[in-house]
């Protein structure tokens, strides 16, 4: 049995993981978060404990529960790229410092620590596949503000990387690479850019906009859904051998790579052919290319192609995606259109 602390439990990856554990584990949860709308299915749980509270505020009862539990996964953090331009100071101060204080308190009392890294610490990386060894992060000038998210986590993969060759942390990284699934974001957020590009793009289809494609969308991802991802991190909680310690692992679904206009296009179609009461909706859809600086702002610089070595999770943890695109985008779209036709 394992005693888990989970900060940001409310979260995309947090509410999906709290889910899984308690489904498949019989390993007990503490959980913070400032609301509780994705853990609906876990607040009665008797593993799962929560509290609403501001993690950056509530000091006490984060320290306490360090010390309580056997394994800490801090995933508060801002992941949005509009906000990164936006608002890189709160990018750095919630990713970062509030981040930074948790780790230490990790380190002080022998905790173990799976953090959450980003594929986008590689940035714009030429490597046909990023290496957690081998490929070099290399990011744009100061004034692309947009790589203040990657170097803030590159910055704290690094001190998460000394404490443990210095000061004996007991640490796992993971790298998720466009996860995506049910509860990602919410779709009813009329900003461009105030979500990630599958649920920005459901919400412009059911909003009767255009999708707008940055730069033509030739961009490349791998998407990666989230029950895969959630199957990699528990595999890294549960640390069979010690298989994880000390360990970064890049977990994405490196056959999935697709355009972002491909990415539209798919959404489109599986929309047409799946879903009647938007067939019309989707079919109305104009795909139009925008300009990186009006879509964004000046600070913007993207990443063309993103595909990540799997060898170390595959060797280490036996792990393999087993979700493709249609099969995941599917069951997106019937949570996020199912749960509207319930309304
Ligand atoms: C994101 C976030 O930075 C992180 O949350 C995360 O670490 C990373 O994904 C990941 O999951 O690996 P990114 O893929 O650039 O990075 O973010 P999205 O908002 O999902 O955008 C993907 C691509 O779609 C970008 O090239 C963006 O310019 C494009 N896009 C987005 C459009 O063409 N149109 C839109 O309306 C929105």
Redesign the pocket.
């Known amino acids: 049995m394992i005693t888990i602390l989970i900060l940001g439990a409310n979260g995309f990856i947090g509410s999906h993981l709290s889910e899984t554990i308690l489904a498949k584990k019989d390993w007990e949860i503490y959980a913070m978060d400032l609301s509780q709308d994705k853990i609906s299915a876990c607040l009665s749980h008797p593993r799962f404990h929560f509290t609403e509270g501001d993690m950056t505020k509530q000091k006490e009862w984060i320290r306490e529960h360090i010390q309580k539990c056997d394994v800490v996964l801090p995933l508060v953090a801002v ?4 906000l ?1 331009v936006q608002d890189p100071l709160r990018v750095f101060e919630l990713d970062f410092e509030a981040n930074l204080d948790i780790v230490r308190q990790c380190a002080e009392m022998k905790k173990r620590i799976v953090f959450p890294s ?3 610490v590689y940035g714009m990386c030429p490597d046909k596949e990023f290496d957690e060894d081998s490929s070099h992060l290399v990011t744009g000038p100061i004034s692309k503000e947009r790589w203040i ?1 990657s170097t803030s986590k590159q910055l704290m993969d690094r001190v998460i990387y000394a404490y443990g060759n210095h000061k004996g942390l007991d640490f796992s990284l993971f790298r ?4 995506y699934g049910p509860r990602l974001d919410n779709v009813f957020n009329p900003k ?2 105030g ?4 649920t ?2 459901i919400g ?1 289809i059911l909003r009767g906009e255009d ?5 033509g ?1 030739a ?1 490349q ?1 791998c998407m990666t859904y989230i029950d895969d991802g959630i199957d990699a991190l528990m595999r890294i909680i549960e640390n069979k051998n010690d298989a994880a310690r000390n360990k970064i692992f890049n977990i ?1 679904n490196p056959t999935e790579n697709i355009s ?1 206009r491909q990415l539209a296009e798919m959404l489109v179609s599986t929309i047409g052919e799946h879903y009647p009461k938007y067939a019309d909706k989707a079919k109305a859809v104009n795909l139009v290319d ?1 300009d ?1 600086k009006a ?2 702002g000046a600070g913007y610089q ?2 063309s192609l ?1 595909v990540p070595s799997i060898r170390h999770i595959r060797e280490q943890l036996q792990w393999e995606p087993t979700t493709d695109i249609r099969d995941g985008l599917k069951k997106t779209l019937d949570f996020y259109l199912g749960s509207i036709l319930k309304h």
């Open positions: 992941a949005t790229p509009a990164y980003t594929s986008e998210y998720p690479f466009n996860w461009p850019g979500s990630r590009v599958l920005q793009f412009n999708i707008n494609l940055v730069n969308g961009q991802r994405g972002i925008i990186a879509y964004y993207d990443v993103r």
